[in-house]
């Protein structure tokens, strides 16, 4: 496979007819991405996704590409609704991983004084873990309410705030959800977690804004130097993890039934005409509402437990954003207006200033995009732009991309050095089980800087402010 650099941040994967490419990669990266990139694993991937029906303009990797299922991480593909497809290895097992910033008008040494009882607090209040469960207790009706209704069934509940809602993607409810097309299996899963952070990447984070970009949209979004902030990562839990293992299945057979050939069967799929399609979109909205009800919920805990410390606290919600999903969004192609279905795995969207998805107080500078570090790294708030929106469907990167697989990174080195150093640069971990601390090394990932100030060079995002980790709780 060739790859022609382009200019400074991009480069051409030429298509390959005799793989069935129907369309040419473009990746964005410099040279230190570029260098990381698996050239069996990624790029084959990058290939293989370009040889889907219905495709369009380019098979997009952002700068924290990695291996997946099927499609890379960090992959964005967008296909016609008239002759594409949709593949739940482009959306991933965790459907609606996403990330949210609660800002909490606290200033860093406030916060200092206190640092070690207030990650206790979290840590105690938070369930996360592999299989853990929350101290919510519902029916299987109720859960089924929460697939329908997502974070609104949550501040419905009191665990959380009516006006969170504008400042959620999709303003917290994806509206065609239809929890009757989730499995039995996938509801039972789903029960005991709601409200839990999980394990592997997810986290919880307090950490403060040590350096602004753009002061302007900054100021729109109320970032301020010193100020503390929450940031929490987290997804759709054995919920969504099972609505898609049941619908790889479905796509399975329907690639039979379609008469469908794709490179790898892990791109499973069927045209966004079919039925199959239709009971897949409505699985994974509804496990979506599910993942933005769970963050809704922890956010509330995390108001709880700063209440306790600090009683005039206020943490507003800054924004809440997925990076697996499939939508289907209005974008301009060849030169008309047409709703496509958008994939993003490992990707976060990035709606330029004066789109109508915005809430009115953001709509006038465009869409905050979240971008976190790896375990003991700075993070970034990011905002879209008009290019992106025009160039890769309005998307960006969603963090660091692994260079370690997880076996690798827990050969590297013992939990307890990596506490240690992380220590003693001043940031707290907390954890479930000191495999995860090993499995999240920050060296087993990229370096975030470089991933973002790709993105910003090739015009698809721009950086507003960074965030400096002061405590990190993992699974």
């Given at each position: ?9 991009r480069?051409?994967l030429e298509?390959?007819?005799?793989i ?7 990746i ?6 570029i260098?990381?990139?698996e050239?069996?694993g990624?790029l084959?991937q990058i290939?293989n ?5 219905g ?7 952002m700068?924290?590409?990695h291996?997946?299922?099927g ?5 964005v593909?967008?296909?016609s609704?008239?002759?594409g497809i949709?593949s ?6 965790d ?5 949210r910033?609660m ?7 406030e916060?200092?004084s ?6 206790a ?10 299989g ?8 299987e009706t109720?859960?089924l309410s ?12 009191g ?5 969170d809602?504008?400042c959620i993607?999709e303003r917290g409810t994806?509206?065609?959800?239809n929890?009757?097309?989730v499995s039995k ?5 789903g029960?005991p977690?709601?409200?839990?952070l999980?394990?592997?990447n997810h986290f919880?984070?307090i950490q403060?804004?040590d350096e602004?970009y753009?002061?302007?949209?900054a100021?729109q ?9 929450v940031?929490i990562?987290?997804?759709s839990?054995?919920?969504g993890?099972q609505?898609?293992d ?12 379609y008469g469908?050939?794709v ?10 005409k ?6 897949y ?6 496990a ?13 805990l995390?108001?709880?437990v700063f209440?306790?410390?600090f009683?005039?606290?206020d943490?507003k919600?800054?924004y809440?954003?997925?990076h697996?999903?499939?939508?289907i969004?209005k ?5 008309k207006?047409a709703?496509v ?5 490992g990707?976060t969207?990035?709606?330029?200033p004066?789109h109508p998805?915005?809430?009115e107080?953001y709509?006038?500078?465009g869409?905050?995009v979240i ?9 970034y708030?990011?905002v879209?732009?008009k290019?992106g ?10 963090g660091?991309?692994?260079v ?7 050969k590297s080195?013992?939990?307890d050095?990596?506490l240690?150093r992380?220590e003693?640069?001043g940031i ?12 999240e ?9 470089r ?9 698809i995002s721009r ?5 400096r980790p002061l405590?990190?709780?993992k699974?």
């Amino acid at each position: 496979m060739a790859l022609k650099q382009i200019d400074p941040v991009r480069w051409v994967l030429e298509r390959d007819f005799k793989i069935g490419m129907k369309v040419t990669g473009l990746i964005y990266g410099d040279s230190y991405i570029i260098q990381n990139l698996e050239k069996e694993g990624a790029l084959t991937q990058i290939a293989n996704v370009a040889c889907l029906p219905g495709i369009l303009k380019h098979s997009f990797a952002m700068p924290d590409v990695h291996w997946g299922y099927g499609f890379p991480i960090g992959g964005v593909a967008a296909f016609s609704l008239n002759e594409g497809i949709i593949s739940p290895g482009g959306v991933g097992y965790d459907i609606s991983c996403g990330v949210r910033v609660m800002l909490t008008f606290i200033e860093e040494k406030e916060v200092a004084s206190c640092i070690d009882e207030l990650t206790a607090a979290l840590f105690s209040r938070v369930p996360c873990g592999v299989g853990s469960k929350g101290a919510l207790k519902i029916s299987e009706t109720e859960l089924l309410s929460v697939l329908a209704k997502g974070a609104l069934w949550a501040v419905k509940k009191g665990y959380g705030r009516s006006e969170d809602l504008e400042c959620i993607e999709e303003r917290g409810t994806l509206p065609h959800a239809n929890p009757d097309a989730v499995s039995k299996k996938a509801i039972e899963r789903g029960k005991p977690q709601l409200g839990t952070l999980g394990s592997g990447n997810h986290f919880l984070e307090i950490q403060v804004i040590d350096e602004i970009y753009d002061e302007n949209v900054a100021r729109q979004f109320g970032l301020n130097p010193g100020q503390v902030t929450v940031m929490i990562h987290c997804g759709s839990r054995g919920l969504g993890h099972q609505v898609c293992d049941d619908y790889i299945k479905v796509m399975h057979r329907a690639m039979n039934k379609y008469g469908i050939s794709v490179p790898d069967r892990q791109l499973c799929c069927a045209p966004l005409k079919s039925e199959e399609a239709k009971q897949y979109l409505g699985a994974m909205q509804a496990a979506a509402n599910y993942a933005l009800a769970n963050r809704e919920i922890i956010g509330h805990l995390v108001r709880e437990v700063f209440g306790d410390f600090f009683p005039k606290s206020d943490l507003k919600l800054l924004y809440d954003v997925s990076h697996n999903m499939a939508h289907i969004e209005k974008h301009d192609v060849e030169g008309k207006q047409a709703d496509v279905c958008v994939h993003r795995k490992g990707a976060t969207r990035a709606f330029p200033p004066g789109h109508p998805s915005m809430p009115e107080k953001y709509r006038q500078v465009g869409q905050p995009v979240i971008i976190p570090g790896s375990m003991g790294t700075e993070s970034y708030i990011l905002v879209g732009t008009k290019r992106g929106m025009e160039e890769c469907f309005a998307s960006t990167c969603h963090g660091a991309g692994r260079v370690l697989s997880r076996k690798a990174a827990m050969k590297s080195e013992k939990a307890d050095t990596i506490l240690k150093r992380l220590e003693d640069r001043g940031i707290k971990v907390m954890a479930e089980t000191m495999g995860t601390v090993r499995e999240e090394i920050p060296e087993a990932y990229k370096d975030v800087s470089r991933v973002v100030d790709v993105v910003e060079k090739a015009g698809i995002s721009r950086k507003v402010a960074r965030l400096r980790p002061l405590a990190v709780i993992k699974g």
